[in-house]
């Protein structure tokens, strides 16, 4: 009579245990796809950016360049009026 009493017992609480959890979903196989896809899409964002900032990055070196080479001329100029 005890160990029906024990075996009952036990079994209530394996029952009880398992009816309490749940299992978290996986995410779907389109969630995955779909976030990799916004996620490259804003690694190109990000990079045409920076290909923007760098090109106008170097027309400003090229334009202070320019500049410092018309300045030279000019003080040449006017040295060789002398």
């Known amino acids: 009579m005890k160990k029906s009493l024990l075996l009952a ?3 209530a609480v394996v029952a009880l245990a ?3 959890k749940k299992e978290e979903a996986a995410p ?3 969630a995955v796809v779909d976030a990799a896809a ?3 899409s804003a690694v190109a964002g990000a990079a045409s950016e920076v290909t923007a900032a760098a090109s106008a990055v170097a027309a400003s ?3 202070d360049s320019a500049a410092s ?3 030279a ?3 040449g100029a006017a040295s ?3």
Request: with cysteine; aromatic share 0%; hydrophobic share 75%.
């Open 38 to 40: 916004s996620a490259a």
């Open 9 to 11: 017992s036990l079994v």
């Open 69 to 71: 080479a018309a300045a």
């Open 73 to 75: 001329a000019v003080a």
């Open 80 to 82: 060789a009026a002398k």
């Open 61 to 63: 070196v090229a334009a």
């Open 28 to 30: 779907s196989a389109a």
């Open 18 to 20: 398992a009816c309490g």
